[in-house]
């Protein structure tokens, strides 16, 4: 599976952008797709999952209510919605997508095995 994730950039605090994962190359029937985070010095933090089929989604604590990711079949993209910025949501965001992914693992990055390349948020006060 390959991952490109697009959207991002420069941001003012309280802004809702959106970014997108389109994946491509594989049936995602059974598959997690999810977004982590990575800011300078910081391990890659768990932001946001939802099932391709059924959509049930989780989130990391320090998003939640305020990102809400969500999936599109017919244009095949999953999107993270994020309002509300803050300066400490500044961080690259990766896209993250696996198949054999038990519910305990969600949230670690250690268990998925198709990453995109990154995009950058910057959110300036």
């Known amino acids: 599976v390959q991952l490109q994730a697009s959207g991002g950039g420069l941001v003012q605090a309280g802004d809702s952008p959106r970014i997108s994962c389109v994946p491509s190359?594989?049936?995602?029937?059974?598959?997690?797709m999810g977004w982590f985070r990575q800011a300078p010095g910081k391990e890659r933090e768990f932001v946001a999952a939802?099932?391709?089929?059924?959509?049930?989604?989780l989130y990391g604590d320090v998003v939640k209510g305020r990102f809400t990711i969500t999936r599109d079949y017919a244009k095949n993209t999953v999107y993270l919605q994020m309002n509300s910025l803050k300066p400490e949501d500044t961080a690259a965001y990766y896209c993250?997508?696996?198949?054999?992914?038990?519910?305990?693992?969600?949230?670690?990055?250690?268990?998925?095995?198709?990453w995109g390349q990154g995009t950058q948020v910057t959110v300036s006060s």
């Open positions: 190359g594989r049936t995602l029937t059974r598959f997690v």
């Open positions: 939802i099932k391709w089929s059924g959509g049930t989604t």
């Open positions: 993250a997508g696996d198949n054999t992914l038990i519910h305990s693992s969600i949230t670690d990055y250690r268990h998925y095995d198709y």
